[in-house]
Each structure stands twice: as structure tokens, then as C-alpha cells.
């Protein structure tokens, strides 16, 4: 009796793990067909008689037969028949596995289709995909799909369904995938268009923000939220970037001196990415100029101190000490900078006799400190010292010297010897007759002395070296997302400008923005008529950049005049 027992419970573990086995080669077979929904529904049916509870098996037959639908739209008799039989395949299949999230949102996109193709009351597709997105972490790409589908349903979905929506896409977006991001813009934008609601699920995060502004400058879509998305995003980045900066100098004072010139140059370049768009809208959420100018300062510093450490010389390759000079308008400042260098041996006190390139090199750095230190007396008594010296000037040291001549010309002028400095400007015109800071300096040198006739004929000199009121372009085409550089050379003021920009397709408004020494002045569609701004100008060479966003566009020319003057007139 035992016995018998005991080979009928043997034989009917045989009868199971054959029919597990052949359930499961059916199963294999099936996955092989992945196109072939007919023969796939085939397979897997054949599956689930072997082993009705392979949960999997009767799985792949609901898919395998909604494909068959999708195949067959139609033939309506067949796909009706295979949409509905998904369906209760899709309920034994999550009989036995309630928890299968792959099972929930299939039968939810199912149950989406029906409500497409049927005429029947509409299917509670939306509990299936919230339950998909229940059953997965924020992470998975089901979670992620399933808050797609929802967003493309957005009419349809009661309030608190939005909600959900919404919470799942943000969580789903909070790992910064800017190609995820991408897709829901794509299905934003065609079925909503409302930036409130992709607004609520963007990450904080400013390289998804400057996406997310590229993306609706391309689709030439409101300006406004696009402006609002770079403003904020160049808010994160003054953070992130003023976070460098500290964790570099942290680095600099533990002499981890690699990481610490790492992470300053991320800081300089995040910094140097920040164009003041919340000036430009006058948003609240905005980078704050004094402290992007003093972390940019900071950094340089930083880094150029870094750099004549490594070289022990006034060799600036990478052009910090060079940038920090200019941005530095502090004279304190320049004379902690001005004393490391002597304590390195670089800045030596001046002593008469012959001087070489490398010496002229050293004396124009040093004089410039010293002007910039207000040490004008110094720098006339340097000049008297050079008159006594004999100094050979090669080709390559003229940069040099001709800078040392307009520091002793721009000295003599602050203790208001006007004769002397005339002499120092003519000198340089000698070796560059367009120096610009010549010019400037023998008008000044003029309207002091109150010579009529020479200041008219320094300002047409002037003039001559300014850009003209009207420059041409020559009609140069500048591709979308690429820049054009132009340089201007300026007087320092206020200045209007004015740029007859065309598009190169009809019916399509480019839109245009515009940088004057990397902040951005303007940024709009231009309907009709020129770009037309203003800006402050720096005394010398200036740098307008032209970026069309969403399409191509040709500049014809860009008319500019001083703030009160006409753009024809001249300067």
C-alpha cells in the first residue's frame, strides 16, 4: 500500500517536472518570436496547458495577444477577440503574481487600447499603471513609462490622478536623465503646453533648467518661462559654483594643489556661464552680481597664484593673472598679489642701466600694479629713471614698452602734468600710430591744455581707430546654436545698437540673444524690424555675440552710437 503510494506520488512528480519542462520550452520557443504575434500566442497558450500556473507564460499570451491586436486593427472581429482574451490572460497571469508590475502596466496599456478601439464603457486603465508604478522603485524605467502614458492622458485624468502623475514623473526625473527629461517635454508640449505642470516636476537642478530652456527656444515657444528656467538655473549655478570655490581653497590650504586648481577651474567656468538673465526679465530668482563678481575675482586670484607657483615666472598661458588684473578693483588686493610675487623673487625694485625684453616684460607688469595702486609719483619717477637708461627695445618686447610708455603717459595725467604726458603719448604713437590708448590719452592731454586745434585732430584719430557708426556684416549667415563674435572698439559709456538680422525661412520668427562682454542684452523673436539694445561700454576692445536659438539667421550690419547721438551719426 505504501509502496503504491509512493510510486503514484513519484510518478505524479515526473508528470509536474515534465510538464514544467515543456511549459517552460514552450516559453523559450515563444520569446524567439517576438514579431510574430501569431505564432508567439501559439506558443505561450501551449505553455499554460502544460502548466496552468506559470504566471510568466500566461504573461507573455496576454502580450503576444494584445500585439496580435495591434496587428489586426483592421480586421475588428479579430482584434476585438484578442484584445478581450489579452485581458483575461492578463487576469490569470496577475492571480498568480499580483505583485508583477511588468503585469499591471501591460494590462493598463491594454486596457488604454481598448478604450481607443471599443465602443464599450471606458476601461480603468489608470489603476493598472498606478499600480505599475507602486509595485517599482523610482528608478526603473516601468516607473518612468508609466508616468509617461499617464502625462499623454493629462484631459482625461480626474485631479487627484494629476497628482499622482506628477509625483511619479518628478521622482522619475530626480535622477537628472536629461534624455528622459526629453521625453517628457516631447509629450508635454504636444498634449499640454501648459509650463505650470512641467514646472512641478522639473529636478533643481541648472543643467535640467538649461535643458529644459534649450528645448523651448528650439520649439520657439513662450520667452518667459524659457528666461525664468536660465535666470534660475544661473541662481544654482552661483551656489554650486561659490561650493567649488570654498572646497578649492580648502584644497589650496591643505596643499592638495591639483584638486584644489580642479575644482577652481570648474568654479571660473561656471561663473563664466552665468550671463545675468535674471537682470535682463527682473526676476527676484536671479544670480546676485556682487557675488559672482567676488567669487570670480577670488578664483582668479587663486589661480593665478597657483600658476606662479608652478612656473616662477610672469608666464601666463591660461590668462589668470591676466583675467584677475582686470576683474581686481580693489588696490589692497593687488598689493597682497603684488607682495607674493616680490616674496618669490619675480618683482624686483627698479635700478637703472640697459633693460632687456625680459626686463621691459617685468617693469610694464610692475608699473601696472603700481598704477592700479594709485603710486602715480612712482611711476613718473620710473619714467625719469628709463629717459636716463639706455633701453633697447627688440621686436618682440614692443607690447611691453609701448605699455610702459602709456602707464607713465596715463600717471603724469592723474598729477596733472598734461605737457609731460603729451610726450609719453606721442611716443607711442611713434611705434603704433592706431594705439587706442594713446589717442584717448592725448585727447585728455589736449582739453587739459585747452588746445582746440590738437584735440580735434587727436579726435579724428580717434575716430579712425573706433568701430564705425554703421559696420557692415556682409550679410553672414550664423547657424542655429553657433555664435558670432564681433569686436568693437569703444570709448567707455553708455551706448544704443541697433542690428538688421534676417531670417532664412518665411513664416518663422528666429529668435535672437544678443551678449555685450558676456552678459546678455537682448533676447527675443524678431517679427519684424532689427534687434535693437543698449549697453555700457568699456573703454577699448568690446565683444558682441550673436546666438540665434531656433534658426538660422543672416546679419546684414550692426548700427551703434554713444547714448544721445543718432546710430548714423558720428562718434
Same mark, same amino acid.
Not at 366 to 382: S, V
Given at each position: 500500500?505504501?509502496?503504491?503510494?509512493?510510486?503514484?506520488?513519484?510518478?505524479?512528480?515526473?508528470?509536474?517536472?515534465?510538464?514544467?519542462?515543456?511549459?517552460?520550452?514552450?516559453?523559450?520557443?515563444?520569446?524567439?518570436?517576438?514579431?510574430?504575434?501569431?505564432?508567439?500566442?501559439?506558443?505561450?497558450?501551449?505553455?499554460?496547458?502544460?502548466?496552468?500556473?506559470?504566471?510568466?507564460?500566461?504573461?507573455?499570451?496576454?502580450?503576444?495577444?494584445?500585439?496580435?491586436?495591434?496587428?489586426?486593427?483592421?480586421?475588428?472581429?479579430?482584434?476585438?477577440?484578442?484584445?478581450?482574451?489579452?485581458?483575461?490572460?492578463?487576469?490569470?497571469?496577475?492571480?498568480?503574481?499580483?505583485?508583477?508590475?511588468?503585469?499591471?502596466?501591460?494590462?493598463?496599456?491594454?486596457?488604454?487600447?481598448?478604450?481607443?478601439?471599443?465602443?464599450?464603457?471606458?476601461?480603468?486603465?489608470?489603476?493598472?499603471?498606478?499600480?505599475?508604478?507602486?509595485?517599482?522603485?523610482?528608478?526603473?524605467?516601468?516607473?518612468?513609462?508609466?508616468?509617461?502614458?499617464?502625462?499623454?492622458?493629462?484631459?482625461?485624468?480626474?485631479?487627484?490622478?494629476?497628482?499622482?502623475?506628477?509625483?511619479?514623473?518628478?521622482?522619475?526625473?530626480?535622477?537628472?536623465?536629461?534624455?528622459?527629461?526629453?521625453?517628457?517635454?516631447?509629450?508635454?508640449?504636444?498634449?499640454?503646453?501648459?509650463?505650470?505642470?512641467?514646472?512641478?516636476?522639473?529636478?533643481?537642478?541648472?543643467?535640467?533648467?538649461?535643458?529644459?530652456?534649450?528645448?523651448?527656444?528650439?520649439?520657439?515657444?513662450?520667452?518667459?518661462?524659457?528666461?525664468?528656467?536660465?535666470?534660475?538655473?544661473?541662481?544654482?549655478?552661483?551656489?554650486?559654483?561659490?561650493?567649488?570655490?570654498?572646497?578649492?581653497?580648502?584644497?589650496?590650504?591643505?596643499?592638495?594643489?591639483?584638486?584644489?586648481?580642479?575644482?577652481?577651474?570648474?568654479?571660473?567656468?561656471?561663473?563664466?556661464?552665468?550671463?545675468?538673465?535674471?537682470?535682463?526679465?527682473?526676476?527676484?530668482?536671479?544670480?546676485?552680481?556682487?557675488?559672482?563678481?567676488?567669487?570670480?575675482?577670488?578664483?582668479?586670484?587663486?589661480?593665478?597664484?597657483?600658476?606662479?607657483?608652478?612656473?616662477?615666472?610672469?608666464?601666463?598661458?591660461?590668462?589668470?593673472?591676466?583675467?584677475?588684473?582686470?576683474?581686481?578693483?580693489?588696490?589692497?588686493?593687488?598689493?597682497?598679489?603684488?607682495?607674493?610675487?616680490?616674496?618669490?623673487?619675480?618683482?624686483?625694485?627698479?635700478?637703472?642701466?640697459?633693460?632687456?625684453?625680459?626686463?621691459?616684460?617685468?617693469?610694464?607688469?610692475?608699473?601696472?600694479?603700481?598704477?592700479?595702486?594709485?603710486?602715480?609719483?612712482?611711476?613718473?619717477?620710473?619714467?625719469?629713471?628709463?629717459?636716463?637708461?639706455?633701453?633697447?627695445?627688440?621686436?618682440?618686447?614692443?607690447?611691453?614698452?609701448?605699455?610702459?610708455?602709456?602707464?607713465?603717459?596715463? #600717471? *603724469? +595725467?592723474? $598729477?596733472?602734468?598734461? %605737457?609731460?604726458?603729451?610726450?609719453?603719448?606721442?611716443?607711442? /604713437? !611713434? @611705434?603704433?600710430?592706431?594705439?587706442?590708448? #594713446? *589717442? +584717448?590719452? $592725448?585727447?585728455?592731454? %589736449?582739453?587739459?591744455?585747452?588746445?582746440?586745434?590738437?584735440? /580735434? !585732430? @587727436?579726435?579724428?584719430?580717434?575716430?579712425?581707430? *573706433?568701430?564705425?557708426?554703421?559696420?557692415?556684416?556682409?550679410?553672414?549667415?550664423?547657424?542655429?546654436?553657433?555664435?558670432?563674435?564681433?569686436?568693437?572698439?569703444?570709448?567707455?559709456?553708455?551706448?544704443?545698437?541697433?542690428?538688421?538680422?534676417?531670417?532664412?525661412?518665411?513664416?518663422?520668427?528666429?529668435?535672437?540673444?544678443?551678449?555685450?562682454?558676456?552678459?546678455?542684452?537682448?533676447?527675443?523673436?524678431?517679427?519684424?524690424?532689427?534687434?535693437?539694445?543698449?549697453?555700457?561700454?568699456?573703454?577699448?576692445?568690446?565683444?558682441?555675440?550673436?546666438?540665434?536659438?531656433?534658426?538660422?539667421?543672416?546679419?546684414?550690419?550692426?548700427?551703434?552710437?554713444?547714448?544721445?547721438?543718432?546710430?548714423?551719426?558720428?562718434?
Amino acid at each position: 500500500m505504501k509502496k503504491t503510494a509512493g510510486l503514484a506520488a513519484l510518478a505524479l512528480l515526473t508528470i509536474c517536472h515534465v510538464s514544467v519542462f515543456i511549459s517552460n520550452d514552450f516559453h523559450e520557443r515563444a520569446a524567439r518570436f517576438a514579431f510574430d504575434h501569431e505564432k508567439q500566442s501559439g506558443l505561450f497558450k501551449s505553455s499554460t496547458v502544460f502548466f496552468p500556473w506559470h504566471d510568466r507564460a500566461w504573461l507573455g499570451l496576454a502580450r503576444a495577444l494584445s500585439g496580435k491586436a495591434m496587428d489586426s486593427l483592421g480586421e475588428v472581429e479579430t482584434r476585438d477577440e484578442a484584445l478581450n482574451t489579452a485581458v483575461s490572460s492578463f487576469g490569470k497571469a496577475l492571480k498568480l503574481n499580483p505583485v508583477s508590475a511588468a503585469g499591471h502596466f501591460y494590462l493598463g496599456q491594454t486596457l488604454l487600447y481598448m478604450n481607443y478601439l471599443q465602443d464599450s464603457a471606458a476601461m480603468p486603465y489608470f489603476e493598472e499603471y498606478r499600480k505599475a508604478a507602486e509595485l517599482t522603485g523610482h528608478n526603473a524605467e516601468l516607473y518612468f513609462e508609466s508616468g509617461k502614458v499617464l502625462l499623454s492622458r493629462w484631459s482625461d485624468l480626474e485631479e487627484t490622478e494629476r497628482s499622482f502623475t506628477l509625483e511619479i514623473l518628478k521622482k522619475a526625473l530626480s535622477g537628472k536623465d536629461l534624455k528622459r527629461l526629453h521625453d517628457v517635454l516631447e509629450i508635454w508640449l504636444l498634449q499640454i503646453g501648459n509650463p505650470e505642470v512641467v514646472e512641478a516636476v522639473m529636478p533643481v537642478d541648472s543643467a535640467a533648467l538649461r535643458f529644459y530652456a534649450s528645448f523651448l527656444g528650439e520649439k520657439s515657444f513662450s520667452l518667459e518661462p524659457r528666461q525664468k528656467a536660465l535666470a534660475r538655473a544661473e541662481s544654482l549655478d552661483l551656489g554650486k559654483a561659490l561650493e567649488e570655490l570654498a572646497a578649492g581653497r580648502r584644497e589650496m590650504d591643505y596643499f592638495q594643489e591639483e584638486k584644489a586648481e580642479d575644482l577652481l577651474r570648474a568654479c571660473l567656468r561656471r561663473l563664466d556661464n552665468i550671463h545675468f538673465y535674471g537682470d535682463l526679465i527682473g526676476t527676484e530668482e536671479a544670480a546676485d552680481f556682487i557675488a559672482w563678481s567676488s567669487a570670480r575675482k577670488q578664483a582668479l586670484s587663486l589661480l593665478a597664484v597657483h600658476q606662479v607657483g608652478k612656473t616662477g615666472s610672469l608666464d601666463d598661458p591660461d590668462g589668470f593673472i591676466e583675467s584677475y588684473l582686470e576683474a581686481e578693483d580693489q588696490a589692497l588686493e593687488i598689493g597682497v598679489f603684488e607682495k607674493f610675487l616680490r616674496e618669490r623673487g619675480i618683482l624686483k625694485d627698479r635700478q637703472s642701466g640697459a633693460l632687456d625684453s625680459e626686463d621691459l616684460k617685468t617693469l610694464a607688469f610692475g608699473m601696472d600694479l603700481d598704477f592700479r595702486q594709485h603710486r602715480y609719483r612712482d611711476i613718473a619717477r620710473t619714467g625719469q629713471m628709463l629717459e636716463e637708461s639706455t633701453v633697447v627695445v627688440p621686436e618682440g618686447a614692443k607690447e611691453s614698452y609701448v605699455s610702459i610708455l602709456n602707464t607713465i603717459g596715463n #600717471a *603724469l +595725467l592723474k $598729477l596733472d602734468y598734461a %605737457y609731460e604726458a603729451e610726450k609719453q603719448f606721442r611716443q607711442v /604713437l !611713434e @611705434i603704433e600710430p592706431a594705439n587706442f590708448e #594713446a *589717442l +584717448l590719452g $592725448l585727447a585728455k592731454s %589736449y582739453s587739459r591744455l585747452n588746445d582746440e586745434e590738437r584735440l /580735434l !585732430e @587727436i579726435r579724428k584719430l580717434t575716430e579712425a581707430v *573706433l568701430t564705425p557708426a554703421v559696420l557692415p556684416l556682409g550679410g553672414r549667415t550664423v547657424g542655429k546654436g553657433t555664435t558670432l563674435a564681433v569686436p568693437l572698439v569703444c570709448e567707455e559709456g553708455r551706448a544704443s545698437f541697433s542690428m538688421t538680422i534676417e531670417g532664412l525661412r518665411t513664416g518663422i520668427d528666429p529668435l535672437v540673444t544678443v551678449f555685450f562682454n558676456g552678459r546678455v542684452v537682448f533676447e527675443n523673436y524678431l517679427e519684424a524690424g532689427p534687434a535693437e539694445f543698449a549697453a555700457v561700454t568699456k573703454e577699448g576692445r568690446n565683444t558682441l555675440e550673436i546666438t540665434p536659438v531656433n534658426e538660422p539667421v543672416r546679419i546684414l550690419d550692426l548700427r551703434w552710437s554713444k547714448a544721445g547721438q543718432a546710430a548714423s551719426g558720428s562718434h
